[in-house]
Each structure stands twice: as structure tokens, then as C-alpha cells.
């Protein structure tokens, strides 16, 4: 049975306001996504109620907020199926995470002459980190090539594949255009000539089925505001034995061991890499956000989101003067377009000015917007709480936008 | 020619015609980019760019008659019609009358809620460099 849309957005205060006059149209959730009430309330709570520091407070609050605060770890590790709770550990999100590897893994296995692979695809997040880390050691970063669809070219990245690959570090889904690559197939070629497999799942995670065990990645790095939870936190799944082999990445209080002047030894994982008080609040309350998911279920949000991405492409192709850029095969609920003869900060703002929220420009993915050949797309991306009537009046807005060169 | 107090006063009742309805002034403001006269293709290169603003455009201002002739250009139609209403209050103006004028439409306007936050900074960096291109032509002037 289909989820019941009304239902949900009734969980979503946001959503109901009005933008320049007009009912809000969010299709911005690529961006980030709306919190649920539960999220919210899981916030304040924590605040009227629990508020202390944990791990080491010996009073009932930093009891209880210990408690809660790994409680989201293990939501986390059964939501990605990890093996244990410590293979998760909390950062600021998908960026930090994936500096994290850059610094320590990066830091420590990555030597002169190595070789670390990315693709076209990647966001500037993806890219800089690796970028500083060959400048630093003297490795060679190399770019799987994309075809003109959006989608990796995988015989061009088993060619790239040797010895010298000490990791691969690709996006599971697209920001900038929704392709969902063929990470199970990159991970098993990497793991074959002994490379280490860092997924960036910051778009992947609100949409696909995520069991970080069948997928055999080392890495998987993702944001909690993407996935309806609090802004400024995410987490990074590890396999026990890669973040063992790894040192710390900052210093400070909880990720030691023992400290003397001489010598300091640190702390068992997760906690050797959450150096200093965390996000406490936003931890807790981004457990509500995994419940949330899990009551809908993954396959039925999928389903829904697929049914208003085939419904959009359907709706704006008769669209004079609609271009779709990025026509994968295997997409997540995201649609990138152009109009012809006009730019799309235009076309965004048109669309604001009939409360319709997209996002315009290179998506912090200006490698692969100049690949394309565009300066940026106008993208819109969907999420549980969208339905198709926001969809026929972003098919309107865009229509009557489209008219004024492409009469 | 009307006084630049004037030309804004002309820019505000236009735009007050316009009403509260968002569409129909960017709409306005897109139109109004088309009033701009040709750029010319050589000099369309990255010196002429004004740094801080979202989309690109182009300014270069050279002295006609002891008063300063600005041309502009940009890749988006917003932000042509928004760089139009600036030239219609300033250009072929003296130096000094560009360098004292005090730009009250933008704010009669609304200009900020029009454009929102981020090409507000954008506006504001193209009022500065028009400014300072008028203070180089005072200051050759001058020499």
C-alpha cells in the first residue's frame, strides 16, 4: 500500500507557510530536508530535561543523555547494518567525514607515487580533500569519465585500477544529477587489487537501502540533515579493523586513553575519533529522524520518490525548451534541467517568485558541470513529503518561465 | 536630462504599478536588461567582472564629453535588467554627480526582498564599482 502523503506532510510544521504569496513548493531536499516534529521535539527535550555532558558525568542526567546519545549510534549501525555500533562514528557530516579519512587513513597509507580515484561525478567535497592530500604526499589523483548520460564509465575505471590504488573515493548517488552508480561493482574491483572503498552517501542515504556489510565498502559517509535529522551533524561507518589500522584524527578529552606529559595513549574506537564534548543534542534528536524512516520504510519511500521523479520527467518534457541534463538509468528523486536561452539563477527565481524552492547553479560540482558543458542547471529533488499536485504546479511555473524565450 | 533624483522617482512609481505580485517584477526587471546597449564582445574578459556577485557581469566605463559612459553586460536576464535601472540613474553623468548620489530606489523599491540576500551583496558590489570607475575618471580629470 502507497504512503498516505497528507499524513505526512501533517508531521512537517514547515511545510506549511506561504512563500511571496503562494502555498511553499520545497523541492530543495537534495539541499537538506525538512525536520518531522519528532525531530524537533527530541530537541527541546533534550534540552528541558537531559542536558549534561556525557560519558563520564556520575549523576542521572549524563546517565540518561549518555543513554539516548547511544542509542542514535545503534539506530545508525542497524540502519546502515553495520556490524557493531562502534564501526559508526559521529562528525559534522558528509565533509567533515570525509576529511576525517583524508587526514588519518589518508595521512597515515597513502604514500608517494599512490594512486586515489574519484569520479566526474563528484562534489567539490569529494574532491579537495584528495586534491591536498596528493599535493601533500606527492599521489596522483585520477578521474573516472563519465558518459554523456551522467553515468560513470566502468571499463574506463578498471583500467585505472593497480597496485598503486590505495583508495577509491566515489559518490553512491549524485547531488548535481541523481545517477546512482554501480558502487558494488567499483567496490569488488578496488577490493581485488587491494584498494580501501570510501562511499560518499550523503545523497544515497535518504533514498536507498543502505547494508554497508552486502555493499563491503570500508567507508560510508553521510549527513543527518539530508536525512530529515539536525543540521551540523553526520557520521562515518568504518570497518573495525580500517579504523583500528588508523590513527586519531583531532586530540582533545573522551578519545583518550591515558594522558601524561610523556606519553598518551587513546581510547578504543568509536571514541578515539569524537574527540571533545559532541553534538549531544543533535545526536539525540536525529534518532527521532531514523525512526521516522524506518516506521515509512525505505522501499516504500523509494517507491514514492520514483513514482514523482518519473511523473516530473514525464510532466516537463512537454515542455518547450526543457533540457533534462543527466539521464542515468539508475537515478535517486533528483531532476537537473536547463531551459533553453535562459540561465538558471533565472529560472530559480521566477520559480521562488511562485514559492516553488529549487536550487540553482554547479551544485558544488564544477568539474562535472564543465564535463557538460553548462555553467549549472536548475535542480529540483523530491522527498517523502512531496506529491504530485506540487509537481503539476512546478510543471506550470516552468512552463510559463519556458514561454518567455521559447515561444 | 531629468535629475538623478527624478529618474529614481520615475524607477519607483513604475515599479509601484508593478504591486506586490513577485512574478510579474522580476518579470519587469528581466525586460528591462534588454534596454542595454551592446557590450562589446572584446571586452567581455575576466579584468572587467565584478567580484562578489553570483552570476557574471561585465562593466567598463570610459569619459564622453567630461561625463563617465558606463556599458554593461551580464549571462543572466535578472541581472541585466538590475544593472539597466543603475545605468539609467547614472550613466552619462559627471564624476562627481555619480560620486555624491545617494541611491535611494534601491531601498524604495525593495530591492532586497526582490532580489533576496545574495544578489543584495551582488547589487551592492556593482553600485562600488561604478563609484569607483567614477572617482578614476575625477581623479584623470583632476590630474
New interface residues.
Given amino acids: 500500500m502507497g504512503l498516505n502523503i497528507a499524513k505526512i506532510r501533517g508531521l512537517f510544521p514547515v511545510l506549511h507557510q506561504e512563500v511571496h504569496g503562494k502555498p511553499l513548493v520545497y523541492f530543495d531536499n537534495a539541499a537538506t530536508t525538512q525536520k518531522p516534529q519528532a525531530v524537533l521535539d527530541a530537541l527541546t527535550n533534550y534540552y528541558e530535561k537531559d542536558n549534561s555532558n556525557i560519558h563520564r558525568g556520575a549523576h542521572a542526567l549524563a546517565d540518561r543523555a549518555t543513554r539516548y546519545f547511544e542509542e542514535t549510534r545503534e539506530a545508525i549501525q542497524h540502519f546502515i547494518n553495520a556490524r557493531e555500533a562502534a564501526e559508526v562514528i559521529f562528525t559534522k557530516g558528509t565533509t567533515e567525514s570525509i576529511n576525517l579519512v583524508a587526514a588519518t587513513f589518508g595521512r597515515k597509507f597513502v604514500e608517494k607515487g599512490d594512486e586515489i580515484i574519484i569520479s566526474t561525478l563528484e562534489h567539490h567535497s569529494n574532491i579537495v580533500p584528495w586534491q591536498m592530500l596528493c599535493e601533500e604526499k606527492g599521489a596522483v589523483l585520477k578521474v573516472i569519465p563519465i558518459n554523456d548520460a551522467g553515468e560513470i564509465i566502468f571499463e574506463e575505471f578498471e583500467k585505472m585500477l593497480s597496485a598503486k590504488t590505495k583508495l577509491v573515493s566515489i559518490v553512491h548517488a549524485s547531488n548535481a544529477l541523481g545517477t546512482v552508480n554501480p558502487v558494488k561493482k567499483v567496490i569488488a574491483a578496488a577490493h581485488a587489487v587491494g584498494a580501501k572503498v570510501l562511499l560518499d552517501g550523503a545523497q544515497s542515504s535518504s533514498h536507498l537501502q543502505i547494508d554497508v556489510q552486502d555493499l563491503d565498502c570500508d567507508f560510508f559517509a553521510f549527513s543527518a540533515h539530508k536525512l530529515y535529522g539536525p543540521t551540523g551533524l553526520g557520521g562515518l561507518y568504518g570497518k573495525r579493523e580500517v579504523f583500528e589500522s588508523m590513527p586519531p584524527y583531532q586530540g582533545g578529552g573522551e578519545m583518550i586513553k591515558e594522558v601524561t606529559f610523556e606519553k598518551t595513549t587513546y581510547n578504543e574506537i568509536p571514541f578515539k575519533f569524537e574527540a571533545g564534548t559532541p553534538n549531544i543534542a543533535d545526536v539525540i534528536s536525529f534518532k527521532a529522524a531514523i525512526d521516522f524512516i524506518n516506521e515509512l520504510g525505505k522501499d516504500a519511500i523509494k517507491a514514492h520518490e520514483d513514482e514523482l521523479l518519473a511523473y516530473a520527467n514525464e510532466q516537463l518534457m512537454q515542455i518547450k525548451g526543457f533540457i533534462p541534463v543527466g539521464t542515468a538509468q539508475e537515478k535517486v528523486s533528483v531532476l537537473s534541467f536547463n531551459i533553453n536561452a535562459m540561465h538558471p539563477y533565472d529560472v530559480g527565481m521566477m520559480l521562488d517568485a511562485n514559492g516553488i524552492a529549487v536550487r540553482t547553479g554547479h551544485h558544488c560540482t564544477q568539474p562535472l558541470m564543465k564535463r557538460l558543458g553548462l555553467e549549472g542547471t536548475v535542480r529540483a529533488s523530491f522527498a517523502v513529503y512531496n506529491s504530485k499536485s506540487e509537481i503539476d504546479k512546478l510543471a506550470e511555473g516552468v512552463s510559463r518561465i519556458a514561454r518567455i524565450k521559447n515561444k | 536630462m531629468s535629475s538623478i533624483q527624478e529618474v529614481q522617482d520615475e524607477i519607483v512609481s513604475e515599479f509601484e504599478i508593478l504591486g506586490?505580485d513577485?512574478?510579474s517584477?522580476?518579470?519587469y526587471i528581466?525586460e528591462l536588461g534588454g534596454s542595454l546597449e551592446d557590450f562589446p564582445d572584446n571586452e567581455r574578459i575576466e579584468v572587467n567582472t565584478i567580484k562578489g556577485c553570483?552570476?557574471k557581469v561585465w562593466l567598463i566605463a570610459d569619459e564622453k564629453d567630461g561625463n563617465v559612459h558606463f556599458q554593461a553586460d551580464s549571462?543572466?536576464?535578472?541581472?541585466k535588467g538590475l544593472i539597466s535601472l543603475l545605468l539609467r540613474v547614472l550613466n552619462y553623468r559627471s564624476p562627481e554627480e555619480i560620486i555624491n548620489a545617494k541611491l535611494d530606489f534601491v531601498e524604495r523599491i525593495g530591492m532586497g526582498s526582490i532580489?533576496?540576500s545574495q544578489r543584495s551583496n551582488g547589487f551592492a558590489s556593482m553600485i562600488k564599482q561604478i563609484k569607483l570607475y567614477a572617482m578614476a575618471i575625477q581623479t584623470k580629470q583632476n590630474a
Fill in positions: 506586490d513577485k512574478e517584477t522580476i518579470y528581466m553570483q552570476s549571462n543572466t536576464d535578472i541581472t532580489i533576496g
